[in-house]
């Protein structure tokens, strides 16, 4: 192997090692095989660039070309379609999945699910940096300036992962990669002086150069020193930060002592109310972010509410993008709350102060709230009744820190008479609120019909669920349990029956939804720990997620499908006519839970929070997203420009295709749409065959390309019009005004007939053809075979020409 071949092995292997750095973020490290599979034909192009030669800039841009170009083609068909033909295809659905890894950055909690948009950011930032370290190293001849790239890798890894308990590993890593980078071109250096050398014998070397051998009489090589002094340089920078803890803030630091990943004295915070939440729950440090004080009678129901989630779009649940409000002086009357369950309500007065190190957007409330008199500057969503900080200034929002307010809310005392006996529900409300993706395993539903069996009513319904989770259905609260993302989490969970909160939640809403009965996700904690002045403490651990379920009369109700020990369950959920069998556990003094930290990331200008809520820029009319969540038109139009740039040459098989069925159709001849008709067939997957007639091979065509009846009427017109064209006796009819529509027809046919990727294929990369390579050897063949002839010619002439 040549020194410069030996250098790009080492140096993609330095890249592939320091993304190992990179595994804790994500729940899967099965990335990192289509990481090093990538960086292979990554190095392989600029090896086959540089050995040609090419010129150092075409070196690194074929590189770059390529790598996107295969980047494309792993992710084909994984973005959500956007439009139609090729372009919508490579351009705007692959900005899109990028645009979509940004927003699941933002939303989940790492380690993150490895969705597709996520693993297309890993894979593509692995891929920069290899091309940056290949660059640095192997074409610039420059391995130690390499090493930037690779550091800038390691830092970002390290830097969100907030240390971790592998970390010291990972740095070994990233350090081996380095250090076996640069002996190799150490190695290649010296090699270009001849032979690696050592020192002489002792004896033979003298005193006045004082060049000695090692041990033995025999000098230590250059490459041995420099992997023995590189070992230790890698124990080295291992050992001392052990040794000194004092100094844990540097690359090997651990994560700050509060928590939330800021260091001593941070803040609390997430993009997402649901990211922290089971980080939180595990959390060893039970911070107290909240104090109250309240007038209600019942502080076991005094739960505090930051926002409802009602949009399950197949990945996760989320908040609907709804209008914001000023916040009106009298907050309007709850969703579906009638006269007579007004009625029995009481309204509690509570004051809230919020911790300096809690820096939530969404005011955490009892609900529903009636009035909130708080500082600073809040709009208010009608729908979910939450408060959401406003924008300061660019990169500043009003969150909860040090906030102290006061809220008045309503104790609402339904009874099961009343929920049982609730009307249908509004057809908006039961349209909106009863989504399902279409993608949700049949065994939810089928699960929520055979635990609610029997049931008369939306109400014992919903408390046979709540039962079942709580009580009788054997489920375990554990949380350890990933938390899981998709539709599948919740067949997984129900199949494995141990979660915490999350799953319970998510669970129930998607079963009470799957049975007609309109359901959301709430967030927020549970009432916290009374203390002996009479205060109420909410610690990290008191955050909780819990279903509520909408019933006409009443309104958004708490149920509590949670088995856990400080979760009260509602008094209007418990059995009344059988009290020996309770359907959730008795209510035990309220232990803490866990806080959803949901601040925004404030190096957006606008934040997704935001975006969702309609509050970005002049925009300030409800916004609900698309499911897609497309590209925005500037991101379309990047993207756009840089496919002309880059895929020019991929696309001249398409473009040829076009040129030709357009001449071929234009032409009217009966034989060349008959050839154009198998061209199509051919990019489709259904080969050409000479040996069979017009009318058999049609039948093949609609058989192997499984046309619809339309499509395989056209085939066989086509192939009627062949016949008459080949067999009619001369002066019969030869003209078929629809044949170029009939060709078309039978196309788009087989086009709907494939997959999207072989579609795709088809219009890339048609079989057809290979018509030009054949039509190419055959003139090569004939250029050769006329230039044979000629040579023979003039050689049979030249003796003729002698004797004369």
Excluded at 114 to 140: E, N, P
Excluded at 749 to 769: F, I
Excluded at 791 to 804: D, H, Q, T
Aim: include cysteine; aromatic fraction near 6%.
């Amino acid at each position: 192997m040549s020194g410069r071949a030996r250098l790009t092995l080492f140096a993609a292997l330095a890249t592939l090692l320091t993304s190992w750095s990179l595994t804790p973020l994500v729940q899967s490290s099965a990335w990192l095989l289509q990481a090093a599979l990538l960086l292979a034909v990554q190095s392989a192009v600029g090896a086959g660039a540089r050995r040609v030669p090419l010129a150092r800039s075409l070196t690194v841009a074929a590189q770059a070309l390529v790598s996107l170009l295969v980047l494309m083609f792993v992710f084909l068909g994984k973005g959500e379609s956007t439009g139609q033909g090729p372009f919508a295809y490579l351009v705007t659905d692959f900005g899109a999945l990028y645009a979509q890894g940004a927003q699941d950055v933002n939303e989940f909690a790492i380690p993150a699910p490895m969705t597709d948009g996520i693993r297309l950011l890993l894979l593509s930032g692995v891929l920069l940096i290899g091309l940056l370290v290949d660059t640095l190293a192997v074409t610039a001849r420059t391995a130690a300036a390499a090493g930037l790239p690779l550091l800038a890798l390691y830092s970002v890894a390290a830097g969100l992962s907030g240390g971790g308990k592998a970390s010291w590993f990972s740095f070994l890593l990233a350090g081996c990669g380095y250090l076996l980078m640069l002996l190799a071109e150490g190695r290649d250096r010296l090699a270009q002086w001849g032979r690696v050398f050592g020192a002489a014998p002792r004896d033979r070397v003298s005193a006045s150069t004082g060049l000695g051998g090692g041990a033995g009489g025999h000098a230590t090589a250059p490459v041995r020193t420099g992997r023995r002094i590189g070992a230790v340089a890698l124990g080295v920078a291992l050992a001392v930060p052990a040794a000194l803890p004092a100094l844990g803030g540097g690359l090997l630091g651990a994560r700050g002592e509060d928590g939330g990943g800021s260091g001593p004295g941070g803040t609390i915070s997430a993009v997402n109310p649901l990211v922290s939440l089971q980080s939180s729950l595990n959390a060893q440090d039970n911070r107290v972010v909240l104090k109250y004080r309240t007038d209600s009678p019942q502080q076991s129901d005094q739960y505090l509410r930051i926002l409802a989630l009602d949009e399950f779009n197949g990945v996760k649940w989320e908040a609907s993008g709804r209008a914001l409000t000023d916040v009106p002086e009298q907050l309007p009357k709850p969703a579906g709350l009638s006269a007579a369950v007004r009625a029995g309500a009481i309204e509690v007065r509570t004051s809230v102060s919020a911790a300096d190190s809690y820096t939530q957007r969404y005011l955490p409330m009892p609900y529903p709230a009636t009035q909130v008199d708080i500082g600073g500057k809040w709009r208010f969503e009608p729908e979910g009744r939450t408060l959401v900080g406003d924008q300061l200034a660019k990169d500043k929002f009003q969150n909860v820190q040090g906030a102290q307010y006061t809220v008045r809310s309503l104790l609402l005392k339904p009874t099961a008479q009343q929920l049982s006996k609730a009307p249908a529900p509004d057809a908006a409300v039961l349209a909106e609120y009863t989504k399902l993706p279409d993608d949700l395993p049949p065994v939810v539903a089928e699960t929520a019909r055979q635990v609610t069996q029997g049931a008369k009513d939306n109400y014992t319904r919903a408390v046979r669920l709540q039962d079942w989770f709580a009580v009788n259905g054997g489920f375990r609260y554990n949380t350890k349990t990933a938390s899981g993302t998709g539709s599948e989490a919740v067949a997984r969970f129900l199949a494995q029956k141990e979660g915490f909160c999350v799953h319970f939640a998510f669970s129930m809403a998607a079963m009470s939804r799957s049975l007609g009965i309109p359901a959301r996700v709430a967030v927020g904690f549970t009432p916290g720990e009374k203390q002996a002045d009479g205060s109420v403490n909410v610690s990290m651990r008191d955050a909780h997620a819990w279903p509520e379920l909408y019933f006409e009369g009443v309104g958004w109700t708490r149920f509590e499908p949670t088995p856990r020990s400080g979760i009260t369950v509602p008094d209007y959920s418990r059995p009344q006519a059988q009290p020996a069998q309770p359907s959730a556990p008795a209510p035990l003094p309220s232990a803490s839970t866990a806080a959803p930290s949901a601040a925004p990331s404030q190096a957006d200008d606008c934040p997704p929070d935001m975006k969702k809520l309609g509050e970005c820029g002049a925009a300030k009319a409800a916004q609900r997203p698309s499911g897609g969540g497309g590209p925005s038109a500037t991101t379309v139009a990047l993207w756009a420009g840089a496919a002309l740039a880059v895929l020019g040459l991929p696309l001249l098989p398409m473009l040829w295709r076009s040129r030709l069925r357009a001449r071929r159709l234009g032409s009217g001849d009966v034989l060349t749409a008959w050839r154009e008709l198998g061209d199509a067939a051919w990019d489709v997957g259904v080969p050409p065959d000479g040996a069979l007639s017009p009318r058999r091979a049609a039948a093949r065509v609609v058989d192997l390309g499984r046309l619809e009846p339309d499509a395989a009427a056209a085939v066989h017109r086509v192939a009627g019009a062949v016949e008459r064209s080949l067999y009619a006796p001369p002066g019969a009819e030869d003209s078929y005004p629809g044949l170029a529509s009939d060709v078309l027809l039978a196309r788009a046919g087989l086009l709907s007939a494939v997959t999207r990727r072989s579609r795709l294929r088809a219009l890339l990369l048609p079989r057809s053809a290979a018509r030009l390579s054949w039509a190419a050897s055959a003139r090569w063949s004939s250029v050769t075979a006329s230039a044979s002839a000629r040579l023979a010619s003039v050689r049979m002439r030249l003796p003729l020409r002698g004797r004369s």
